[in-house]
């Protein structure tokens, strides 16, 4: 079963028991950041310079990735120059989530639980139905990380957004960051790909660094 990256890192982000999400906030980022990658990919968003635009609305067939398109084209062809993929990233992250959440219900990867928070707010949590695709993925990256295989371009990049949004422990529970940062820091700068890609990663990196940075600032404020 084919998953896009955002949906990887929801699988990685969800609590296999409770269905609970792990380091909430910054997987929303990097599950935003993962839907552009994907879309970078196919050719249908240039990421450069810090700045998103649409190269092609062909839709990809991946109703995930083809409702996120829109969206972006709709939303930028309204501003009055290049949006940058900060404002895109703060806009959509927590739908993005939803989203991506929504679509691993759909495959029957997780089940929607409906639970009582204190007793009183109703919440809907999504523990793990069919682990075969997790268990796959966390063998990936194990074997790319700690084992030292080549990565294909997909999981190099989908490493690069688990640590540009710092989500080592959800990623890597067992191992001590310091052990693995020096692989990912590799991973994430190496010449895995076309210099597009390389750029698009980069800058989408940059940009997660900033709203995270924003979002300490504001919480602490």
Partial sequence: MTVTLAEEIMLLSLDDESGAAKEKQSAAWAVAGGILLDLVLAGRVAVDGGRLRVADTTPTGVPLLDERLRQIAEWAGRKSRVPKVTEWLTKDCHKAV???????HGRGLVRAEQ????????????????????????????AVVLGGAVPDTRTAGLVA???????HRVAFPDVPRKEITPRLEAIAAGQWAAEDVRRAIHDMQAAMVVVMAATVVTVAS
């Fill in 161 to 167: 957004l688990l640590h540009g949004a710092k989500l």
């Fill in 115 to 142: 639970r009582r928070v204190m007793g009183i707010l109703p919440v809907t949590r999504y523990p793990e139905a069919d682990g075969s695709v997790e268990r796959e993925l966390r063998d990936r990256l194990r």
């Fill in 98 to 104: 939803k989203a991506a959440t929504d679509s691993l």
